[in-house]
């Protein structure tokens, strides 16, 4: 396996209208391999408005669904690798914001469901329960992709490390984090968190957010980035529609855990509750 590859975070402007969305995200995923990306991502919610009264409408199937099938050509006939952000899956009568990681032969490598469901309110700011409509999936995700292995959480399951280092003891050496954080939390939190899980553990971080529309109901934070695991930013985007293309060295990760060993160092005798 190589260690030197380019990602590509597509932070991509989504609209009230799945067709558009699912053009728009072939249109960035042909761009980027264009640009020689072997791993493009796509943010959450990608083919729908990140909104509770939209889901249900906008629900798919994975296997069987339009969205997931697009990917899945332009995946195969560019060969590359496709991180699909999430979209709101439909499966047993019940709804969930899930991610679909396709190989580039075009095959589902592996679904993440969504664990932690973002339910908050912050008066005067922002509030909003995805559990309202949203289902928790229950399962945290590495996928075994040809370049390296790949950790895939969604947006508020940033906020829960445990999840992280699971990943990261089970091999993942890049954890990609399609998100739409908000105008509230998003100035705060985005960048601190994405740093912090990446020297927590020692990883790449690829975060990957929707572009803002400051007319949507709920405004993204944009700020799509990539951090490497020595919690450097090795490119970040700002609010609007753009691409950002970054190149990472893989051996970086044994390097960082050779000089500052956090692994080996864990007293697992003392972590006890």
């Not at 669904?65 to 060969?79: C, F, P, Q, S, V």
């Not at 932690?116 to 945290?140: Q, R, V, W, Y």
């Not at 919690?231 to 050779?258: M, N, P, Y």
């Amino acid at each position: 396996m190589k260690t030197k590859i380019k990602i590509s975070l597509c932070q991509m402007k989504v609209v009230d209208d799945k067709n558009r969305n699912i053009l728009k995200a072939i249109e960035m995923i042909y761009r980027s391999a264009q640009n020689n990306a072997d791993v493009i991502l796509l943010p959450e919610m990608f083919n729908c408005p990140y909104d509770n009264s939209k889901f249900c409408n906008y629900a798919e199937n994975v296997e069987t669904g339009e969205t997931i099938k697009a990917i899945k050509k332009a995946a195969k006939e560019l060969e590359v690798c496709v991180i699909a952000g999430s979209i709101p899956e439909a499966s047993g009568g019940k709804l969930y914001n899930t991610c679909v990681a396709v190989d580039n032969k075009g095959n589902i490598l592996g679904t993440h469901r969504k664990v932690h469901m973002f339910d908050i309110n912050i008066p005067g700011k922002i509030e909003f329960k995805e559990s309202a409509t949203l289902n928790s999936g229950n399962e945290i995700t590495v996928v075994d992709t040809d370049i390296c292995k790949i950790g895939i959480a969604i947006c508020y399951d940033v906020r829960f490390p445990e999840m992280f280092r699971i990943m990261a003891l089970r091999g993942a050496q890049i954890v990609v984090i399609p998100a739409a954080f908000n105008m509230t939390t998003g100035p705060l939190h985005w960048e601190l968190l994405m740093r912090t899980r990446a020297v927590d553990n020692q990883v790449f971080i690829a975060a990957v957010s929707p572009a803002r529309d400051e007319k949507a109901n709920y405004v993204a934070y944009g700020n799509s980035m990539v951090i490497d695991p020595f919690a450097r930013v090795l490119g970040r985007l700002e609010a609007k529609e753009d691409i950002l293309f970054t190149d990472i060295d893989l051996s970086e990760i044994d390097k960082t855990r050779k000089e500052l060993p956090l692994l080996k160092h864990r007293r697992e005798d003392v972590y006890k509750v």
